[in-house]
């Protein structure tokens, strides 16, 4: 993909969507529901009924980017949100997993890096 994922932000709409929306339907969505900027420079995606189907939408400075991913077997699996959520942030490797069709629970997160922990050399 075109961007950093050090700091970039990612949403995930837990709500589904129309397959047949484009970039501004998803825009407006990032904006109207989530409450957010979609021209932050976040990832924001989303899934159709059948969660076979994904959108990504991303805008980089000059241009609003459209990604899609279609499972061939399977379905994509969401990770537990608070009931009645709408929305959730997930970290980059999170969402290349879930890209794979692999379960979000599934992850155990790493310790925090902290640049006062240092590895010694003996």
Known sequence: MF??????KIYLYTKTIDGHWGIDRLAHLAQSKLGLDPRSGSLFVFFNKSKTRAKIYYF???GSCLFYKRLEKGQFKFPRIAEGGVSCDIAPTELSLL???GRLENISKPAPWNPEMRVSSH
């Open 3 to 8: 961007f950093s994922t050090t700091k970039i």
């Open 60 to 62: 980089d400075g000059s």
């Open 99 to 101: 890209l794979e069709g």
